[in-house]
């Protein structure tokens, strides 16, 4: 009987196999792909469109023409008015007779007020309260009473040339008489005035031109005395909310009314506005009249 060899390769071969397979061995797979990367990767950044520039504001359309037919129809029922407009953010003034010197009346409360304001904020004098409310009513309500014993106390004539240096006002003058009514200003220098006290160039710190600019924006339908002290900018710019200090009296060169009213105009006061009127009519009329020119140059009530 014949005995069978065994199969020396195909034993090598099946003991090779267990090898690999019991000492964990993963036979390589030429050319096979490599494994996927799951690394989270950083979202690339949106690029959001670049706004516009801001356009620089625009001037006041047909301003200068109103202002000058305001005071072609003023003349033409008698009166004389000088007028300027001060735009604050594009520098735009359009005027009529802006260089002309009137009497102020109650204006030249404001620089009564400037003054002592910046004198206590220097330590040079003292305000009690009852002097607060006082600057208060002289402001709001026009009291002459309150006017008068600040204009006695702070040197008269001396308030006047101290508030000029201070904010450059080239066309104003202390009172000939040296009664506060009739200090001569124009229409250029009160808005240069009222622009100053605003931007902080005429001196007077913040917190003190507050105080003005609070109390003016507060002002009383009629003053100390009964006047009614809506004519001009409050009743003809009736659709703006208005900051305004009043003058009035009679009479001057011969028996004409006069009539100022000044102040700012709109929620971020923009808009300064100084006129004034001297009318040979009646108060009432004359009123009427200041406040038909303010219309004028505002159509609308509104800026």
């Not at 061995?25 to 949106?46: F, I, K, L, Y």
């Not at 007779?97 to 009497?103: L, S, W, Y």
């Not at 009172?175 to 005035?193: C, E, F, I, K, M």
Request: with cysteine.
């Amino acid at each position: 009987m014949r005995r069978l060899r065994p199969n020396r390769a195909g034993a090598s071969a099946a003991l090779l196999g267990a090898a690999l397979l019991l000492g964990g061995c993963t036979p390589q797979v030429s050319g096979a792909p490599p494994a996927a990367d799951h690394t989270p990767q950083a979202p690339r950044p949106t690029l959001m469109p670049q706004a516009p520039p801001a356009q620089p504001p625009a001037p006041l359309a047909g301003l200068e023409n109103r202002v000058q037919q305001a005071a072609a129809q003023a003349a033409d029922v008698g009166a004389e008015i000088e007028t300027a407009v001060l735009d604050r953010q594009t520098g735009q003034l359009a005027s009529h007779g802006a260089n002309t010197p009137f009497p102020i009346a109650s204006v030249v409360k404001l620089f009564i007020a400037d003054d002592l304001l910046l004198r206590e904020s220097e330590g040079q004098i003292d305000l009690s309260a009852a002097d607060r409310q006082s600057i208060d009513a002289m402001l709001r309500s026009s009291d002459d009473s309150a006017a008068q014993m600040f204009w006695d106390r702070s040197g008269q004539n001396a308030v006047i040339d101290r508030v000029v240096a201070r904010y450059g006002l080239t066309g104003t003058t202390a009172p000939y008489n040296g009664h506060w009514d009739v200090t001569q200003s124009t229409a250029g220098d009160l808005v240069r005035y009222y622009d100053m006290l605003l931007a902080g160039t005429g001196g007077l710190p913040r917190e003190q031109a507050d105080i003005i600019i609070g109390n003016i924006a507060r002002f009383t339908p009629t003053g100390n005395d009964g006047y009614p002290q809506r004519f001009g900018i409050p009743d003809g710019l009736y659709a703006e909310p208005v900051a305004v200090k009043q003058g009035w009296f009679c009479c001057w060169n011969g028996g004409n009314q006069l009539h100022v009213s000044t102040g700012l105009i709109g929620p971020d006061r923009r808009y300064v506005m100084a006129i004034s009127s001297l009318d040979p009519t009646d108060a009432a009329t004359a009123r009427e009249h200041i406040t038909e020119a303010v219309k004028t140059v505002f159509p609308g009530g509104t800026v």
